[in-house]
């Protein structure tokens, strides 16, 4: 099984300003990566696949890099609205496909 | 406009089985494009892949709940379901029904809270 790990487990950002988010895989996933964004009291959803490419209405603040093992999300200009946990998922090797613990945002 | 839903108790005793549907509109489940799939989230944690099916019936579980998960679906219905049968505390958790295109859930239910209590 993959194992995803994030960091950091919080992240405090003013609003503005740019967030980034660290998720490492625990052995190389290509770019099969997947972002999701989870507000509170809200079911999950996609922001970013293929490691770097947004989802249909995604915003461009929003933006995904890496490969192999080492993936970042980064919010380029930080928004109240983008208050939220976000977790990572690798769909390279499955079953079972996994997800990082989430890094949570605070503004 | 594609809508999933979750519907089934929302209190299980222990050692009994869970059972919930997703009834999905807006499109037909029988895409052979798609994947359907259930997801968990124990309250105030991170989030746990359960199991996909596919309209052929063909389905993948995680390892890790072993023998007790079954993911079926009726494609007359459009629905596919959930059953986990002897659980514990351990299962209460928010359950997601999701749909998956190439490994990536692109629609996600609103989910319902399942608690396991006497």
């Known amino acids: 099984e993959i194992v995803m790990t994030q960091s950091p487990a919080t992240l405090s950002v003013s609003p503005g300003e740019r967030a980034t988010l660290s998720c490492r895989a625990s052995?190389?996933?290509?770019?099969?990566l997947a972002w999701y964004q989870q507000k509170p009291g809200q079911a999950p959803r996609l922001l970013i696949f293929?490691?770097?490419t947004r989802a249909t209405g995604i915003p461009a603040r929003f933006s995904g890099s890496g490969s192999g093992t080492e993936f970042t999300l980064t919010i380029s200009s930080l928004q109240s609205e983008d208050l939220a946990v976000y977790y990572c998922?690798?769909?390279?090797?499955?079953?079972?496909?996994?997800f990082g613990q989430g890094t949570k945002v605070e503004i | 406009q594609l809508q999933l839903q979750e519907s089934g108790p929302g209190l299980v005793k222990p050692s009994e089985t869970l059972s919930l549907t997703c009834t999905v509109s807006?499109?037909?489940?029988?895409?052979?494009?798609?994947?359907w799939g259930w997801i968990r989230q124990p309250p105030g944690k991170g989030l746990e892949w359960i199991g996909n099916?596919?309209?052929?019936?063909?389905?993948y579980n995680n390892p890790s709940l072993k023998s007790r998960v079954t993911i079926s679906v009726d494609t007359s219905k459009n629905h596919f379901s959930l059953k986990l049968t002897s659980v514990t505390a351990a299962d209460t958790a928010v359950y997601y029904c999701?749909?998956?295109?190439?490994?990536?859930?692109?629609?996600w239910g609103q989910g319902t809270l399942v608690t396991v209590s006497s």
């Open positions: 999701a749909r998956l295109s190439s490994n990536i859930v692109n629609r």
């Open positions: 052995q190389s996933v290509s770019s099969n």
């Open positions: 099916i596919y309209y052929n019936g063909s389905t």
């Open positions: 998922q690798q769909y390279s090797f499955w079953p079972p496909w996994t």
């Open positions: 293929g490691a770097s």
């Open positions: 807006g499109s037909s489940i029988s895409r052979s494009t798609y994947y």
